[in-house]
């Protein structure tokens, strides 16, 4: 098998690697006289007090560099491929995969179905452990690497194989026990479709999935997007609010019971399911410190606490200001609640919020993170947007100034004639950027830059 070389990108200054000479474009073969699988190899090797570093220059020459440094220092090497492998590829043909859910035509990274345990430690990204050998699971364990996320979807393994259209997509159990035997953390998801894994077959999951407590910490279930683009696909009907009151009756029912038992609520709903059913999110509590949080499990909640913390720490004035705010329609009437919080310590702050309605992949996808620059374009364009238009960071791909379809932050500024800002994450930067207090946007737009600037990948 063809093995990925190491070139090292940059070299950081005033780093071990500086002063032992190394350049971009050499090239890494050996640490300790052995060779490196990938990043976990490398950062585990460099953890000594006393390494052996094999490396060859561009110019062909090799170099046996022996070096003496601190423990868990590092060297200060940025490598061309920041996983030193190449990445694996998803080996399913998932029902719900939204990838296969895309339009023809976009930027071919945003077709690349990767389903490597790898970027679980370093992304947070979820996997399925199809693709996953005997030695894999062996190195996770030897470095203890967690937490590791799974997509599970059920653990009826016919209806596994079926969903993810994989014939050895039920034979993954014996390696979650091996993880679950060398106490390796994990979190798990269940991606819900209509007529297949809910109901009895989502309760029999979570008490599957609740036996490996402790070590298992939480699981995610979320409703399936559907996108308009589902020709040829296996038909999915969407959740209707009854589906949501009911699987959410599920939910609540198995977090009383294991949280009498363990102490942690362990199975909880996307936020999607408490708007659909028309029911309050749960309080801060339940969330169990927010472990699900990239799954959209929490984040209405953890928003406006950390709204009404910023805002409880402020006098208010008589600052005169309109601005204006593009979200999608899943969280529209939390961000009009945020700002009719705000206005009663900052009257004369206008802000108008829009809904922005996600024509481009369908009106079912309600999350602000699959917006695209022509929605934003298209749907904002006469509006009386103020001074300024905010932006939640998540409509931009990872690192970059890009919307999904390609349209840069700078191309809707130009159609809409008006500053655009990008709003990090937290209700505190929230709550500075409708104040206009701007340290923390720039900060996120001059970040967004050199990202830009310093490298070409991204995902969404």
Known sequence: MKKTKHIIRQIAGDSIAEEMNLEPMDEVLAINGQEIEDVFDYHYLVNDEYIELLVRKADGEEWLLEIEK??????????????????????????????????????????????????????????????????????????????????????????????????????????????????????????????????????????????????????????????????????????????????????????????????LHFIHASDEWYLLAGEELPPEERYDGYLQLENGVGMLRLLEEEVTEALESREGDGRERHISIATGKLAYPHICRHVRSLKKKYPNVICSVYPVTNFFFGESITVSGLLTGQDLKKQLTGRNLGEELLLPCNMLRSGENVFLDDVTVEELEGTLQVPVSVVDTQGADLVEALLGETTGREHRRRQIYEQTNSSNCGTP
């Open 70 to 263: 601190d423990a868990q220092e590092d060297l200060g090497i940025e490598f061309q491929n920041s996983l030193m492998d190449d990445y694996r590829s998803c080996r399913n043909r998932c029902i719900f995969c939204f990838i296969d859910q895309m339009p023809p035509g976009m930027r071919e990274t945003l077709y690349f179905k990767d389903d490597d345990s790898r970027l679980s430690f370093l992304q947070g990204n979820y996997v399925t452990l199809t693709n996953m050998s005997d030695h894999d699971i062996d190195r996770i364990i030897h470095y203890h690497l967690s937490p590791i996320n799974i997509s599970f979807q059920t653990t009826n393994p016919e209806l596994r194989c079926k969903m993810l259209n994989n014939r050895f997509a039920g034979d993954i159990f014996s390696k979650v026990d091996r993880l679950y035997e060398a106490g390796i953390e994990m979190n798990g998801q269940i991606v819900l479709c209509k007529g297949y894994n809910d109901g009895q077959e989502l309760e029999k999951s979570i008490g599957d999935l609740a036996e490996y407590l402790p070590h298992l910490r939480s699981v995610s279930v979320v409703p399936v997007g559907l996108s308009r683009y589902r020709e040829g696909l296996t038909r999915l009907e969407p959740f209707q609010q009854e589906d949501a009151v009911r699987v959410l009756e599920t939910v609540h029912r198995w977090q009383k019971k294991l949280y009498d038992a363990y102490g």
